[in-house]
Every structure is written in C-alpha cells, then in structure tokens.
C-alpha cells in the first residue's frame, strides 16, 4: 500500500496527558499537512511542511501542539497537557508542491480525551 | 478570508434520481476548486477538481463546473446510486501552500 498511513488509528486518553500521532506520506511527495476534524465538520487546516520545514501555522495550533517532520519524510504531531476540547480526528495529507495537486489524506487518528 | 460554504444536509435520494449539492466559495485569490468524498469508515478521497474558471471536473458519474463569476462550484450527477451514499466535501486550495479549506461536508443517502 503506498498511500498516507496515520497511527495510532484511534487513541483514548485522560485529560492533562500528552499524546503523539505520527504520519507517513505518500514516498516522493514533498508536502505534508496536518488538519483536524470535529463532528459535522469539515477538515480544518494546523499546519504544513515542505520537506522538513515547517512553512505555516494556523491560528488553531495552539502552543501545546507541536508538530515535526525532521527528515523531511514522516511527521509527528504532539499534544501536550490534552483537554477534552482536543478530542478530534487527526488528518494528514501529502502532496507535491505544485498549485494544482489535490492532496491524499490518511485515514485519520481519532482521539478522545475523557 | 477564504472559505466554502456548502448546502446544508442531510439528503435522501431514491435510485436514479438527480443530485445536485451547491458549493459557493469565497477567496482571496483564484482558488484551485475541488469536491472530496468520504464513504463510511474511510478517509477522504478526491472525487473532481477544476484548476480555473469555466473548468469542468468530472469522475465517476458526477460533474462541476468552476464559475468565477457566481464563485460557485455545484456537484451534480445525473443517476444517483446507493452506493454514491457518502459526506460530500467542497473545497478550495489557495496559500502559498496550497493548503485546503473545507466545508462543513453534505451528508447523502441514497435508498433503493
């Protein structure tokens, strides 16, 4: 299988925990997003690299949520101090770094904090 | 701001009836128009896009035509089935990163 792959799939966690959800994008692409999606919404952009470099960053990211892509392959996402407000699906997309390229999600890690 | 406004759903269809979810957009710039669609337990996939105006995308069935001057970007298609049941999301990618804003998803159902 050579799409995005996200793990954990699902992750339960007590409120005040740190949790980390990493990504792996499709081989050859240079760009990686991360966007999360409440219930009955739509995906809303966190942030995206080029490569390693981490290029933009939504107001959404607050500063307990980090995110790295250190080789400019895979990337993690860090919650720290998690509150409920968190619970959420977790989305990443890759592509290449073209205007028209559409984006290949995972298929998401869902996180509830209890 | 850039956004996408979607119809509001949910919508329940017969086999072979007509389907059209409207999509309006609003941007900074000349957005790059797309509709994903996430069948039940699965991820988002693309399902059409158009990079310019008066583009039409089209797959699987379904159609929608980039209108620059109504900012709209509809879904149709002409037959649907019940195996087209899915959230539909309408989408615009603008930035310096492309990176996509989404719209709040149409839930369909389609009854045989």
């Known amino acids: 299988d050579t799409g995005v792959s996200q793990n954990p799939r699902h992750k339960i966690t007590k409120r005040g925990q740190n949790v980390t959800f990493r990504c792996d994008p499709i081989?050859?692409?240079?760009?990686l997003y991360w966007y999360r999606q409440t219930l009955g919404q739509g995906p809303e952009f966190l942030t995206y690299?080029?490569?390693?470099?981490?290029?933009?960053k939504s107001r959404l990211l607050s500063d307990r949520f980090s995110a790295e892509r250190p080789k400019g392959s895979f990337s993690t996402l860090e919650i720290q101090r998690t509150e409920q407000g968190d619970s959420a699906m977790y989305l990443c997309?890759?592509?290449?770094?073209?205007?028209?390229?559409?984006?290949?999600f995972g298929p998401g890690t869902r996180l509830t904090v209890l | 701001g850039n956004s996408v406004t979607q119809m509001e759903g949910p919508v329940t269809l017969s086999e072979e009836a007509f389907l059209t979810i409207n999509c309006t957009y609003t941007a900074t710039g000349y957005p790059s128009l797309f509709w994903y669609v996430q069948y039940p337990g699965e991820g988002l996939q693309l399902l059409l896009k158009?990079?310019?105006?008066?583009d039409k995308g089209s797959n699987k069935g379904f159609e929608a035509t980039y209108r620059k001057e109504t900012t709209s970007f509809h879904l149709e298609k002409g037959s649907v089935q019940v195996s087209d049941s899915a959230v539909y999301f309408c989408a615009l990618s603008l930035g310096t990163g492309n990176q996509f804003y989404f719209g709040t998803g149409t839930s369909l159902t389609v009854i045989p």
């Open positions: 081989s050859e692409h240079n760009r």
């Open positions: 690299f080029q490569n390693e470099a981490q290029l933009e």
């Open positions: 997309a890759s592509s290449l770094a073209n205007s028209y390229n559409e984006q290949f």
């Open positions: 158009a990079t310019k105006a008066d």
